[in-house]
């Protein structure tokens, strides 16, 4: 089935620690008793409590049973979908900004609404990573390198990858989301290497190293409303940047009429960050003017 997060607290972690370096390669069946469901930062979890206890391989009987069904159900056990189960909060751009503001604030994800107002221009679209780890290749002295000295890799094929920055706004805020990888084919329905590579068939003589403009199928997602998947990373929290990371692209829902959203309003975790639906209702009906002039001046 899916993989899941597990966080180790206290006793629970060290007992982990040190099994773990006592063994001569990597367990593969961990059993932790008496762990906490709960979710953490969006994304559903297992916590160790002050009773539970680590065990790894033979250790006890129930994983060394485990262990024979996994040597006798390889096929099965292979199948593992290593998508990690998660449910971000929803929550406006302002309900984001607030987030971050806070002190006791950890990395999380967040699932916002918003419209693409631009892509910001002044700043390349894509990158050219490693076709390995897809860590940064720089240009070396006779071809590509690995920026990432744990790669290995002294030559590397060089791949086109998205790195694209947007505006973005919704009836509460604007902000800048920077788009990766596979949310970017995601966004557009194509690899950033696919664009890459039409635009110099397209433009023939012209220099591998030329900087490719802005590809229409960037350009033609401003104005329309899509579902991000953001993560609130360190650098945000330590102020280093406001520039918020998008992690997945989602279509957006089909609206659900007023009175259902007041009905069904799910309840706040945190007074500080989400309102109730009826406050949603309420916020969008004060800012529907505003928002509609705001789309006039971006299109």
């Given at each position: 089935?899916?993989?899941?997060?597990?966080?180790?607290?206290?006793?629970?972690?060290?007992?982990?620690?040190?099994?773990?370096?006592?063994?001569?390669?990597?367990?593969?069946?961990?059993?932790?008793?008496?762990?906490?469901?709960?979710?953490?930062?969006?994304?559903?979890?297992?916590?160790?409590?002050?009773?539970?206890?680590?065990?790894?391989?033979?250790?006890?009987?129930?994983?060394?049973?485990?262990?024979?069904?996994?040597?006798?159900?390889?096929?099965?056990?292979?199948?593992?979908?290593?998508?990690?189960?998660?449910?971000?909060?929803?929550?406006?751009?302002?309900?984001?900004?607030?987030?971050?503001?806070?002190?006791?604030?950890?990395?999380?994800?967040?699932?916002?609404?918003?419209?693409?107002?631009?892509?910001?221009?002044?700043?390349?679209?894509?990158?050219?990573?490693?076709?390995?780890?897809?860590?940064?290749?720089?240009?070396?002295?006779?071809?590509?390198?690995?920026?990432?000295?744990?790669?290995?890799?002294?030559?590397?094929?060089?791949?086109?990858?998205?790195?694209?920055?947007?505006s973005v706004y919704d009836k509460s805020e604007q902000a800048v989301f920077v788009i990766f990888g596979d949310a970017g084919k995601e966004l557009t329905g194509k690899?950033?290497?696919?664009?890459?590579?039409?635009?110099?068939?397209?433009?023939?003589?012209?220099?591998?190293?030329?900087?490719?403009?802005?590809?229409?199928?960037?350009?033609?997602?401003?104005?329309?409303?899509?579902?991000?998947?953001?993560?609130?990373?360190?650098?945000?929290?330590?102020?280093?940047?406001?520039?918020?990371?998008?992690?997945?692209?989602?279509?957006?829902?089909?609206?659900?009429?007023?009175?259902?959203?007041?009905?069904?309003?799910?309840?706040?975790?945190?007074?500080?960050?989400?309102?109730?639906?009826?406050?949603r209702v309420r916020q969008a009906s004060e800012s529907l003017e505003s928002a509609e002039a705001k789309r006039c001046k971006s299109g």
């Amino acid at each position: 089935g899916p993989v899941m997060k597990l966080y180790l607290w206290d006793k629970a972690a060290s007992d982990f620690c040190e099994k773990f370096k006592s063994y001569g390669s990597t367990p593969r069946v961990l059993l932790v008793t008496t762990v906490n469901p709960k979710h953490l930062g969006g994304t559903l979890a297992l916590t160790s409590m002050v009773s539970s206890r680590v065990f790894m391989d033979n250790d006890v009987q129930p994983s060394r049973d485990y262990l024979g069904w996994l040597s006798s159900n390889s096929d099965l056990a292979n199948k593992i979908n290593a998508e990690v189960v998660t449910k971000p909060e929803t929550a406006t751009l302002e309900e984001l900004f607030a987030y971050i503001k806070q002190e006791t604030a950890k990395v999380a994800w967040f699932e916002c609404t918003a419209t693409i107002d631009d892509v910001l221009w002044g700043f390349a679209w894509y990158y050219i990573s490693c076709g390995g780890c897809n860590s940064k290749a720089v240009k070396g002295p006779n071809s590509l390198i690995c920026n990432n000295k744990k790669c290995g890799k002294s030559y590397v094929t060089g791949v086109a990858q998205y790195l694209t920055r947007i505006s973005v706004y919704d009836k509460s805020e604007q902000a800048v989301f920077v788009i990766f990888g596979d949310a970017g084919k995601e966004l557009t329905g194509k690899h950033a290497s696919e664009l890459v590579a039409s635009y110099f068939e397209a433009n023939e003589g012209v220099e591998a190293d030329h900087c490719v403009p802005v590809p229409q199928a960037l350009l033609d997602t401003i104005g329309h409303t899509y579902r991000f998947i953001v993560k609130v990373s360190y650098h945000n929290l330590s102020r280093k940047t406001q520039t918020i990371t998008v992690t997945k692209i989602l279509p957006p829902a089909t609206p659900q009429p007023i009175a259902s959203l007041e009905e069904h309003a799910v309840p706040s975790t945190s007074d500080d960050i989400l309102k109730t639906g009826g406050d949603r209702v309420r916020q969008a009906s004060e800012s529907l003017e505003s928002a509609e002039a705001k789309r006039c001046k971006s299109g």
